[in-house]
Each structure stands twice: as C-alpha cells, then as structure tokens.
C-alpha cells in the first residue's frame, strides 16, 4: 500500500536523525516508537530511560525519582551524561528518533556538539502542537487508566509550567535552524504519524543535502 513512508528511499529513511518535541500529553512517547519502526532506527526517551533507572533503583534512578514525582527536569549534566552514553551505542550510530530530549536550549546545544563528535548532523526537529485543555484531557486520562506517577493534577500543571518555560523556546531555536517541522497533534495517533512521515519525506531533498555524513 502507498503511503507517505514510501517517500522516504530506505537508505535515507534508515539513517534519520529526527527529534520529537512539544509538551506532556503531546503524544511524543507514541509517535517516537511508530516512526522509530517505520525508519527502522531506535526510539530513545529520556523521561523512558530515569523511569526506568527509578524502577530499577540504581544511582541514576536515586538521584532522579523525586525530581520526575515532582514535574521538575533533571539536571542539563545528569541529562548530558545518559544521552551521550546512549547515542554512542552501534543502533544509535546510523539514526535515531528522540523523544523528550532536548528539552531546554543549553540540550539542544549539547545535542548538537555531540553529533559533531560523531560527524553526524539532525535532519528534523518534529514539533507536537497540542491546546492544553486537551493535553490535561489526555494526562488525566492516563491517570484514571493507572498510568504515571507524574500525570497528578499538580504535577501535570507544573510539568506544564516548566514545559512553557523551559523547552518552549526550542521551537524558535529549530525555525532559525530551518529544522522546524510543525505537526498538528491534535488528531487520531495513525492521522498524526501519516503527517510526521508526510513532512519528513516532503523534505528528503533538502535532509540529503544537509547531511554530513
Ligand atoms: P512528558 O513529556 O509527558 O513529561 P517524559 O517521559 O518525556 O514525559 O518525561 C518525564 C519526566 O522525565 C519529565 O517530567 C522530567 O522530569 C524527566 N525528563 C525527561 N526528559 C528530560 C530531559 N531531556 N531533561 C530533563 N528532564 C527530563
């Protein structure tokens, strides 16, 4: 069947280097596993990786379980530290689709001297747009459903706070960087995952000869 993937040649859709970004609730956690499938690259989640250093209880997870209970964000060095290790792993060297990182400017500015490290370069920054009602709409769904710790009324405001201050700007920092891909979240998950590959793919040309490596 057609679809928008096929725009996408397999060498250059298997190479990607895309990030999602947009605030809790957007859908980030549920697009980044589609597409990581699709482009057959690994989905990496930072806010995936401390739940799961939290549920196993090593350091990392000890130094960051109340800061996640809380909505705050883990510290840019903490954070640094996981994604470098991560992103120098051999599945990681050939693309990746992020979710949640980078989530404040000084990030967006580690990411990319990391990828200078690796000769490497991101294709995409993928922006969720989500209206708040829906977002708690969605959060307190999860809730009900036994989901997250975090998706409590007063840390989903707060998660809000901190999304608008902290990792709002990164929409201006990926439009100066022609990164930007703005995609309506607002939609079914298939409806929205149709529309990052149709954005990704739209752009092939300009990803390829951007690339670096
Ligand atoms: P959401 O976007 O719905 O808040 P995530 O799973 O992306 O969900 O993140 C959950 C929590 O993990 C965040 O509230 C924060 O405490 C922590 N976290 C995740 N990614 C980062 C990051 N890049 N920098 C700092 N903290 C992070």
């Known amino acids: 069947m057609a679809d928008a993937a096929d725009r ?12 999602l970004f947009g605030p809790p609730g957007s859908g980030k956690g549920t697009q980044a596993a589609m597409l990581a499938q699709r482009l057959s690259v690994p ?18 997870g000890r130094k960051v379980e109340k800061i996640l209970a809380a909505g705050e964000l883990v510290d840019d060095a903490t954070t640094a530290e996981v994604v470098r290790a991560r992103l ?33 370069a991101l294709d995409a920054a993928v922006f969720l ?6 977002l708690v709409r969605r959060m307190s769904g999860r809730r009900e459903q036994g989901g997250r710790a975090d998706d409590r009324p007063e840390v989903v405001s707060e998660r809000l706070r901190v999304y608008q201050e902290k990792t709002a700007p ?12 703005r995609v309506d979240g607002n939609r079914p998950a298939a409806a929205v995952g149709e529309a990052i590959l149709t954005t990704l793919g739209d752009r092939g040309d300009d990803l390829a000869s951007r690339r670096v490596v």
């Open 8 to 19: 996408l040649s397999p060498a250059r859709a298997t190479r990607m280097r895309v990030l």
């Open 43 to 60: 989905a990496i989640s930072t806010g995936e990786m401390f739940r799961q250093a939290v549920a196993g209880g090593s350091e990392l």
């Open 88 to 120: 120098a792993q051999a599945d990681a060297r050939g693309g990746f689709v992020l979710d949640g990182y980078p989530r404040t400017l000084t990030q967006a500015a580690t990411l990319e001297e990391i990828l200078r490290t690796h000769g490497a």
């Open 129 to 134: 747009e989500v209206p708040e009602r829906e």
């Open 170 to 181: 990164l929409v201006e920092h990926y439009r100066e960087l022609g990164l930007l891909r």
